[in-house]
């Protein structure tokens, strides 16, 4: 079974700190990864997409990386801010899927 | 440029009653996705559209689920009769071409069902 896997499943971070999130997942043939954002009791918001023939995306703060051999992606946020606070959800496109598979998310805080 | 509608934003039912979900996809995506997620978890597809056509209904509980795309745009999704167990968030989510490696769903709000 095709599976998206994110630790921690929570995070506290003090404001400024660069923040590290992972997501790893079973089956290196994918179409795509996508790093999405989730407020509480909202939907979600598309962050960055990484085709499967990139090794990593960037938009302002965030960077997302890939490595398709070991399964696993990086959403690097620089700087923290409070505003940043969400959960942070990860998902990829299987080859042969054509859906989004998600991980449970990493729930992050950026204090004050 | 609107994004996914969907309405009603929350529902509160009794069990065995019926309920319906409405989405308007982002226009001119060809692709939509109807998405169930539980607290703590992230989404699962229940259903995909490509136009009118349900390509992939597999995760479906068909016997109490249904869905219909009518003119390949708006969807609307019924449950029928409702169980405890149904209560979560639904997400619909529209593409424009769903199965490139470019592709990026965008998702609307969601339904928050209580079943009591």
């Known amino acids: 079974k095709q599976e998206v896997t994110q630790i921690p499943a929570a995070l506290s971070v003090p404001e400024g700190e660069n923040l590290v999130l992972n997501c790893s997942f079973t089956?290196?043939?994918?179409?795509?990864l996508q790093w999405f954002r989730q407020d509480p009791g909202k939907g979600l918001t598309s962050l960055l997409l990484i085709q499967s023939s990139q090794r990593e995306q960037t938009s302002g703060r965030l960077n997302a990386s890939l490595d398709k051999s070991s399964g696993r992606s990086t959403l690097y946020i620089a700087a923290s801010q409070p505003g940043d606070s969400a959960t942070y959800l990860c998902?990829?496109?299987?080859?042969?899927?054509?859906?989004?598979?998600f991980g449970a998310g990493t729930t992050v805080t950026v204090r004050a | 440029e609107a994004g996914v509608v969907q309405s009603p934003r929350y529902k509160i039912i009794e069990k065995k009653q019926p309920v319906a979900f409405w989405c308007n996809p982002i226009s001119g995506h060809n692709t939509l996705y109807w998405y169930r997620q539980n607290l703590g978890q992230g989404p699962e597809l229940l259903i995909r559209y490509e136009n009118e056509e349900a390509v992939d209904d597999s995760q479906l509980p068909k016997d109490r689920f249904s869905a219909e795309r009518l003119k390949g745009v708006d969807s609307t999704l019924k449950i029928q009769p409702a169980e405890l167990g149904d209560s979560a968030v639904y997400l619909c989510a529209s593409s424009l071409d769903g199965g490139t490696s470019t592709d990026t769903q965008y998702f609307g709000p969601g339904t928050r069902l209580t079943v009591l």
């Open positions: 089956d290196s043939a994918i179409y795509n």
């Open positions: 998902a990829v496109n299987f080859l042969g899927d054509y859906k989004l598979s």
